[in-house]
């Protein structure tokens, strides 16, 4: 498995403003993936960040409010911008593990953020 | 394009006895992977089990297992002797093993354990 932490656990934010969330795994990963969960709902995707690329977002989402960065092959940021009460929610970074034919996934502690 | 559905949005079970949360997946691809996870109201991921579409045999971990039925398309995972720590939402979610996949995520189902 893949051990990933994922910082800040929680935030209260003014609207307008923004917030960067980190993501450090312990080993080198060619993908990330960064995740929303709205109140009560499921996980949708955001975007998948390469090393060295630019991301690419899912419909609905784009760079201009949350870019994101990866520097390198272990670490990768999702900053929220310009923030508004329906960002509130909680955001996940992902990243996948081969295991012989078989890729796993595995989650960060995830950020829960609200928007005031 | 991928569809997991989770039929149940709550399930209450009694501590000590087994539950089964429902999962069933669409997908065209014919080599893939299923997976549970756990959600806490901390609000992390929790993996918990994972089934290959080729593995032979259902996935087991500890007290959970994957029912896995290929040719219906359902990955129920079973939960034994449950605990009331096991309260939390479960999300079932299938990744195609391609790379470049993104994981597809059910609604969730609520499990409510009562003492």
């Known amino acids: 498995s893949a051990v990933i932490s994922q910082k800040p656990s929680r935030d209260i934010c003014q609207r307008g403003t923004s917030l960067t969330i980190q993501c450090q795994v312990d080993?080198?990963?060619?993908?990330m993936f960064w995740y929303r969960q709205q109140p009560g709902q499921s996980l949708t995707l955001i975007a998948t960040a390469n090393q060295g690329s630019e991301a690419t977002y899912e419909s609905g989402f784009v760079i201009d409010k949350f870019p994101i960065s990866r520097p390198n092959l272990t670490f990768s940021t999702l900053t929220v911008s310009n923030m508004s009460p329906e960002d509130s929610s909680i955001y996940l970074c992902?990243?996948?593990?081969?295991?012989?034919?078989?890729?796993?996934?595995?989650f960060g502690q995830g950020t829960r953020l609200t928007v005031v | 394009a991928q569809k997991i559905t989770q039929t149940q949005p709550g399930m209450f079970v009694q501590e000590k006895e087994a539950v089964t949360l429902d999962c069933t997946y669409d997908t065209s691809d014919p080599s893939y992977g299923l997976f549970w996870y756990k959600q806490p109201s901390s609000g992390e991921m929790i993996f918990l089990i994972y089934q290959g579409s080729y593995d032979q045999q259902n996935a087991t971990e500890g007290r959970y297992s994957l029912n896995f039925q290929k040719a219906r398309k359902s990955a129920n995972l079973v939960i034994s002797a449950s605990q009331l720590g096991d309260s939390a939402m479960y999300f079932c979610a299938m990744r195609p093993n391609n790379a470049g996949n993104m994981l597809t995520f059910g609604g969730g189902t609520r499990l409510m354990v009562k003492p």
């Open positions: 080993s080198q990963v060619t993908m």
């Open positions: 992902s990243v996948e593990v081969r295991r012989g034919p078989n890729t796993e996934a595995f």
